[in-house]
């Protein structure tokens, strides 16, 4: 759990300020004692934001104490793994995260699956003319051998390590930082209509807002299972513990437009609670049926 704390510790999330850090976590609370507190990790792909605090908000509203931690991606499946971590709701399956499921999954619950059409792959501005993976050594050059990753640790970055060499790119540069950071670039470069690509997942918004669209990937190694799931996941005897909001996690599902909206309303808020709550204002009869 020192790993989790200080993963939390380093991160520079919005959210860090409306979140506590202490990580005391994994007793016992039989018959779903509402006196104690979930604990959420998570990390920093909008939708999981976008769902882990929707997720805070509605149990909130039940009575239920919950914190939400950001972290890497390791520390959270470690900390479930140990039962410090309640809950992750952001597990790609069965390519992304798979490796984490395989070390960790025996110690774990999956609860649902709240969307089954994830996918991910290099991405690109649709002003650039290169068309597929295949055809990257070709814009060397022009993209000076480097695609824009995200955090190191994170399972596309694997996926997407694994992925080169199968495309003789092996002299490329898969440049490990942050999801913001990697927003950023893309944002500077989309401005001054640069060349770029970058890693990147659907569902996200910056599809729509910068006119993106994947490299084609002829020999299927970003995506070599097909689409994803996006699961819910949670450290073992949850169920037992909190039988009723594994009962609405069990259940919930969301749209592509749902989300997109609810991603738009974090992003354009000062707070990502306050996002939330705007966006269900406008859709109380989704929210509450989730809930029932």
Known sequence: MMVFVTACGSSNSSSTSNTETDTDQGKSNKGGNKEKEITIGYI???EDVAVTFLWKELLEKKGYK?????????????????????????????STHGSYMDKFGDDLEVLGTWYDQADNGLAVPDYLDVQSIEDLK???DKLKGKIIGIEPGAGLMGVSRKALP??????????????????????KAVSNKEPIVVTLWRPHWAFEKYNLRYL?????????NGAEELQAVSRKEFSADYPEVAKWLGEFTITSDQLA???????????????VKKWISKNRSVAKAWVE
């Open 166 to 187: 199968g495309y003789r790119l092996n002299d490329w540069a898969l440049v490990g930082s942050s999801t913001p950071a990697m927003l950023a670039e893309l944002d």
């Open 44 to 46: 920093p792909w909008d």
């Open 138 to 140: 070709n814009y060397k």
């Open 261 to 275: 909206k609810l991603e738009s309303e974090i992003k354009n808020s000062t707070i990502e609670a306050e996002g």
């Open 216 to 224: 084609d990937d002829p020999k299927k190694l970003m995506n070599p």
């Open 66 to 94: 919950v914190k939400a931690v950001q972290a890497d991606v390791a520390p959270i499946f470690s900390g479930m793994a140990q039962g410090n971590v309640d809950l992750f709701l952001d597990v790609w399956m069965p």
